[in-house]
């Protein structure tokens, strides 16, 4: 990187204060590769390489030690590299019917709630672009604001109103519309009205972005040659803002089909989704192979849904 | 905007205001309720705050939780602001798409796979070079650094694009070196993007439970995980209390930075105006 003169004369004060001038140049004149190389070097490190860790326990298998797995790579006496790799794991979870179906039930539940926040969602988002310049930015920052209180109370607080003596039934055994009250808490219901409206705000957002940006005389054009409201919506708003209805739907999507503390807290036992399965199986320090190799599997079921908000992050930046 | 908002978007606005905000409300309300049940109103008491303020351990949670997200804010805003330059200035570089894709991916990944992964990385470095000894403020800030980074570097290179390079360019011709444009010039210009990138930061820090619950070590106790620790059993008044106290905090916090931005906004929009005005 750089050569430090090193002349034996010098005194240590000189030598210190050239190579603190060597050490500024090179600075000046390698910082590109700098503010490339930190923030690189730590996400290889720290969010690439892990993965890779995940993948090696996944294919390793069970022992009585600590860390619970066989060593992958181990050197036997007379020095040859012994790789065991074993794909029992995944032959497991994937023949296994309570994995099997906690996956397919997973995804079934983060679909839906994906398609709640977009048809719950897409009105409110297009309510705050058509506001007046006043409100536009308050109702904006009303629907932020939740956002930046923390998500696990944002849970419990369903947890009061949803529970047999919660608040919802209190109030509709006080009206007399029921006698007994209505099990909500611990059922899916509650699993998806937690996750809706947790997630809402990301759904909101990347649509709000979208629409800020449509070129209303389209709009007026549409109405100019007589068509009416809901033809002009559906045949040129709608159309418009596909770009903000997939980043918003993949913003929910991806990391609600993982989510551990909403069917944790909302869902009791009683609803199975892949990110409990996955937090329990650890925390209890059980099967770590089938732990790793249940999240590659799940990394894997995602893959093509990340690659896709990727390209659509990129392609969205470069537009800019 | 020219069309006028339908009735049936400002009902859907209004039930949406409902829908975020009533839930918020009655955990306030119910945090000063008396009864030891939660939904059975007992009167008006501060009977669960002054629980709260007795019980040493909330404390060092909160003490805990603020210094993990102080580090990791400052941190994840110097790594996040270079990876923002990187991308946005830099034009293409050797494995440019796969750095792309890591600044990227964090955004949405499942938090149990992070997790996870971060875990079994610490473990086996542990293994491997003895560091780190025992896992818990280290472990969780470099943790939280990893994905408050990409956050980060979202808002900086939406900045980065929106404000253009003229300044810079003009810098560079009148013969400043590029390293004293970056500082000179891009970094202050960065500064408001900066700031929110900072408090962003901030909150996902404070606000993780499920990544802060893998990598944390025996005694090391994050406020999320004393909070999940408690009402995984139920509901619990004094949680109610807490919660309060929490969304007053936020709220404040929010309102304040909003209402700064906004003089800026409105002092450059004045600005702007004046200077085409001079011209």
Known sequence: ????????????????????????????????????????????????????????????????????????????????????????????????SLYFDTYVNSLRISVLSTLLCLLFGYPIAYGIVRSGPVMKPLLLFAVILPFWTSFLLRVYAWMGLLADQGTINNLLISLGIIDEPIRMLYTEFAVFVGIVYTYMPFMILPLYANMEKLDTSLNEAAADLGSRPTNTFFKVTLPLTIPGIVAGSLLVFIPATGEYVIPDLLGGGNVQMIGRVLF????????????????????????????VFQYYQGKEAEER | MYHKRSRFLTIMLCLGLAFFYIPLLLLVIYSFNHSKLVPVWGGWSLRWYKVLFESPDVWNAVALSLRIAFVNATFATMLGTLAALAMVRFGRFKGRTLFGGMLVAP??????????????????????????????????????????????????????????????????????????????????????????????????????????????????????????????????????????????????????????MYRQHKRDLLDQQLAERAE
């Not at chain 1, 730590?42 to 326990?57: D, E, S, T």
């Not at chain 1, 298998?61 to 590299?81: H, Q, R, V, Y």
């Not at chain 2, 996902?204 to 005694?219: K, Y």
């Open chain 2, 107 to 260: 955004l949405v990944m499942p938090e149990v796979i992070t997790g996870l992964s971060l875990l079994v990385f610490f473990i086996s470095l542990q293994e491997v070079i003895g560091w780190p000894a025992e896992r818990g403020f280290t472990t969780i800030t470099i943790a939280h650094i990893t994905f408050s980074m990409a956050f980060v570097a979202v808002t900086v290179q939406a900045r980065l694009t929106g404000m253009g390079q003229d300044l810079e360019e003009a810098a560079a011709d009148l013969g400043a070196k590029p390293f004293k444009v970056l500082t000179a010039i891009t970094i202050p210009r960065l500064a408001p993007a900066l700031v929110s990138s900072w408090l962003l930061a901030f909150t996902l820090s404070l606000d993780d439970l499920v990544i802060a619950s893998f990598v944390t070590g025996p005694g090391a106790n994050t406020l999320p995980i004393l909070i999940f620790s408690r009402i995984r059993l139920g509901l619990r008044p004094d949680i109610n209390a807490l919660a309060t106290i929490i969304i007053l905090v936020v709220a404040l916090c929010v309102a304040i930075v909003a209402l700064i």
């Open chain 1, 1 to 96: 990187m750089t050569d430090i003169p090193n002349a034996p004369a010098q005194s240590d004060a000189s030598r210190d204060l050239s190579f603190f001038k060597s050490l500024t140049k090179s600075l000046q004149n390698n910082w590109r590769k700098i503010v490339i190389l930190i923030p690189f070097v730590w996400l290889l490190l720290f969010f690439l390489f892990p993965f890779f860790i995940v993948a090696k326990i996944s294919v390793a298998e069970l022992a009585i030690a600590s860390p619970p797995f066989t060593k992958l790579i181990e050197w036997t006496d007379t020095g040859i590299m012994n790789i065991r790799i074993v794909f029992d794991n995944f032959i497991y979870i994937l023949t296994d």
């Open chain 1, 280 to 307: 329990n199986e650890f925390s209890r320090n059980t099967d770590w192979p089938v732990a790793a190799a249940v999240a590659i599997v799940l990394l894997f079921l995602l893959v093509v849904p990340i690659l």
